[in-house]
């Protein structure tokens, strides 16, 4: 089991900067590969980023490459998301997710993959 629970968002600038959070609890979030998605009302679930269990694998989605960097804490059992040069379309509830399943390259950016979700912490960035 593992519980999650997003913090960070709110209303910033576009090109200004956020760090959400995802703290978890319970014993599975060490062998767990951990995500962000985000989702705009009406659409789908779209993945932003990925992290290993050690944190040595990161994957990112294009939209975000080189303006969002995921690190996780396993001291503090958090994942971290800093998002910088923001931009009016990363607008939207962000997700923090764990599967303790591991890594699997062909479906790490599927929110189907994750059985764990926080509730959810708004993102909005103003034009």
């Known amino acids: 089991q593992v519980q999650l629970v997003e913090s960070g968002g709110g209303l910033v600038q576009a090109g200004g900067s956020l760090r959400l959070s995802c703290a978890a609890s319970g014993a599975a979030f060490s062998t767990s590969v951990m995500g962000w998605f985000r989702q705009v009302a009406g659409e789908e679930r779209e993945f932003v980023v990925f992290?290993?269990?050690?944190?040595?694998?990161?994957k990112y989605a294009d939209s975000v490459m080189g303006r969002f960097t995921i690190s996780r804490d396993t001291a503090r059992n958090t994942v971290y998301l800093q998002m910088n040069s923001l931009k009016a379309e990363d607008t939207a509830v962000y997700y923090c997710?764990?599967?303790?399943?591991?890594?699997?390259?062909?479906?790490?950016?599927?929110?189907?993959?994750?059985?764990?979700w926080g509730q959810g912490t708004q993102v909005t960035v103003s034009s």
């Open positions: 997710a764990a599967d303790p399943r591991g890594y699997s390259r062909y479906t790490y950016s599927s929110p189907q993959r994750y059985g764990y």
């Open positions: 992290i290993g269990m050690s944190g040595g694998i990161t």
